[in-house]
């Protein structure tokens, strides 16, 4: 996923990336108990994403996914 960054900054004017804005309804889901990354780096995100929800699990951190699937 680096060499993907790293690329774009490389040569930039080969994407198009329009303004940035996301036009369709998205769901961010968040651990609470996350180490790594603060629920606060989430603020702002509706200014770019028009339908936009963020849904906060208190018993969950940054590997949401597998450790919520777990407890299924």
Known sequence: MLNYYRALVRRPSTLD??????DIP???????QDVALDVSG???TEEW??????????????????????RR
């Open 49 to 70: 994403v028009s339908d936009f929800t963020l849904r906060r699990l208190p018993n969950a951190s940054h590997w949401v996914q597998q450790e919520v699937s777990k």
């Open 17 to 22: 990336l329009g303004d940035g804005k996301v």
């Open 42 to 44: 989430t603020g702002g």
């Open 26 to 32: 998205t769901l961010m889901i968040w651990g609470e």
